[in-house]
Nanobody, 116 residues
Framework: QVTLVESGGGLVQAGGSLRLSCRGS????????MRWFRQAPGKDREFVAH????????NYAYSVKGRFTLSKESSKNTVALQMSSLKPEDTAVYLC?????????WGKGTLVTVST
């Protein structure tokens, strides 16, 4: 059974930093790209960041580029999203995602709240 569990969310002041983690199980972690999305209250889910299966290639949404860094540690079945210079508009539930051909898996998310 594929599971994704996010952690690390919380309340932080604008300008601060947080590190989110997503631990996967039930699949060969090193064989798949991983992604983070976020969903703010009343808004659609949006793409945040992607890392390729080897952890060597990343890409980011324009809104977070230069502030967020995604890394993959396949030995720990974990991806980490380091977020810095946080803004109130980064407030959202952050969700980890993996696309295993034919099926799309999501974690339950972790809430990030950035105060002014």
């Amino acid at each position: 059974q594929v599971t994704l569990v996010e952690s690390g969310g919380g309340l932080v002041q604008a300008g601060g930093s947080l590190r989110l983690s997503c631990r996967g199980s039930g699949f060969t972690f090193s064989s798949y790209d991983m992604r983070w999305f976020r969903q703010a209250p009343g808004k659609d889910r949006e793409f945040v960041a992607h890392v390729n299966l080897k952890g060597l290639i990343t890409n980011y949404a324009y809104s977070v580029k230069g502030r967020f860094t995604l890394s993959k540690e396949s030995s720990k079945n974990t991806v980490a999203l380091q977020m810095s210079s946080l803004k109130p508009e980064d407030t959202a539930v952050y969700l980890c995602q993996v696309d295993i051909p034919g099926l799309n898996y999501w974690g339950k998310g972790t809430l990030v709240t950035v105060s002014t």
